[in-house]
């Protein structure tokens, strides 16, 4: 059985469309793959059927088009993890034996690129088979990968089907892993973390709002402060764990999501986690601590009360445990708190003898973070400045003198001036008036 070979392509052997296939088929006169022709015809309609659901459920889950089994062979390839794809993921071409294996497995991988289904639905009066060889999807959205992935795995696959020799195949496969990586960690942008029984998992997070830095209006020293410590860290400088702080719907939250979109193909990747997650830190940093990317694990509205304890656990992963914390990773927090930890008049009691014990204890996890930012509600005018630019984007047709006056009532009920708050009115603005956003 051909896929048996394999060295370093081993997921093929698991997967049970290759599975299916691989068995069947042999090579013709021209040096191309099809399915044995001594197969008896209704076990041949029986297995293309087969292909045919298989095909098209991936084609729904993917969003792929063109010719599916190409892109079905695309999808496992791309998600292989082993060491050639893990050797290429960031840098490309690499040296060593490992080229030599791949070689050999690229040879496999072109007879099941090259197999002739055209020529087996004829055979086998399967006409439907044509409609995965040039497949149109209705679906705008895949369930797996955001667009622009979504088709540069398309764009592989059909560069991949009319490779001539197992070098130029390895070639393409080097150059999209130095580019995008291979793996959970290579098409996605951000993650969390799904606690079990066997320990913490690492999940890709499929939707992730597609938002900008530029789209925060304002706050124009608190981005470049961030910007200047995101560049050094992917460039591979010295760079401190960030912590954003102040008023409630200030844009914290949306910073981390921007850095996640506008630093992907830089090679940086966002992973969230919870506050009753801390025991599994340093799980998660031994997955993530020798792959060729750049790791900011976040934490969002982090803060503790007295009685949790749980911030421990956090201390010791930052700084000051035994083992060094890896060079690919930081950590960036949002917090509506500076000190993070619940501060009391009685911890700063002049007869209590640990009384400045207690405060340094409680100061010592945000002084944690080298680098702090501020993000403070706007006075009015920078309120109005939101409001303004927001219903610019958004085409509202409001007069502006009716527009500041409605934003100015909405805030007085809805907590106050802040981007959230902006945002929100003007959202309201379009659900009252049915406007398209000038589309």
Not at 28 to 57: C, M, N, Q, T, Y
Request: aromatic share 8%; with cysteine.
């Amino acid at each position: 059985m051909i896929l048996d070979e394999l060295i370093l392509y081993t997921s093929l052997q698991k997967d049970p469309l290759p599975e299916m296939l691989a068995p069947l088929m042999e090579t013709d006169a021209s040096g191309a793959s099809v399915l044995r022709r001594d197969l008896p015809a209704e076990s041949l309609r029986s297995k293309l059927f087969s292909l045919l659901r298989i095909l098209s459920e991936a084609a729904g889950t993917y969003g792929f088009h063109g010719n599916l089994w190409h892109c079905y062979l695309v999808n496992l390839l791309v998600n292989d993890e082993n060491s050639f794809s893990i050797s290429c993921e960031g840098r490309g071409a690499v040296e060593g034996t490992v080229n030599d294996l791949a070689l050999h497995d690229m040879g496999i991988l072109q007879c099941l690129f090259s197999l002739d289904l055209a020529e087996s639905a004829e055979r086998a009066k399967v006409p439907e088979l044509g409609l995965i060889l040039d497949y149109h999807p209705t679906q705008i959205e895949s369930h797996s990968y955001n667009s622009r992935i979504r088709e540069v795995l398309c764009d592989l696959a059909g560069a991949l089907g009319n490779v001539k020799d197992p070098g130029t195949m390895k070639a393409l496969l080097e150059d999209f892993y130095r580019r995008f990586g291979v793996g959970r960690f290579g098409l996605h942008k951000s993650f969390r973390i799904v606690s079990g029984e066997e320990g913490p998992k690492i999940v890709p997070i499929l939707n992730i709002k597609h938002v900008k830095l530029a789209d925060l209006v304002g706050y124009e020293s608190a981005k470049q402060k961030l910007t200047e410590n995101t560049d050094a860290f992917v460039e591979g400088r010295k760079a401190n764990n960030c912590l954003l702080f102040g008023d409630a719907g200030t844009g914290k939250s949306s910073c981390i999501k921007a850095i996640a979109n506008e630093y992907f193909e830089r090679g940086l990747r966002v992973i969230e986690i919870y506050k009753h997650q801390f025991r599994d830190l340093q799980a998660v940093i031994a997955a993530i601590k020798n792959r060729n990317y750049r790791f900011v694990i976040y934490m969002d509205d982090l803060s503790f009360e007295d009685f949790e304890t749980e911030y421990k656990y956090l201390k010791a992963v930052i700084e000051g445990g035994l083992e060094k914390r890896p060079e690919n990773v930081l950590i960036y927090a949002t917090s509506n708190r500076r000190h993070l930890i619940r501060e009391n008049f009685s911890d700063r009691d002049d007869d209590d003898k640990t009384g400045t014990d207690t405060v340094q204890e409680k100061l010592s996890l945000s002084f944690r973070f080298g680098v702090t930012i501020y993000f403070g509600k706007p006075d009015k005018n920078e309120y109005l400045e939101i409001v303004k630019t927001l219903a610019q984007r958004e085409h509202t047709l409001l007069p502006e003198e009716e527009l500041i006056a409605e934003a100015l009532r909405w805030e007085l009920s809805h907590g106050g001036r802040s981007g959230r708050t902006a945002q929100q009115f003007i959202d309201h603005l379009l659900s009252i008036t049915g406007e398209d956003n000038g589309q």
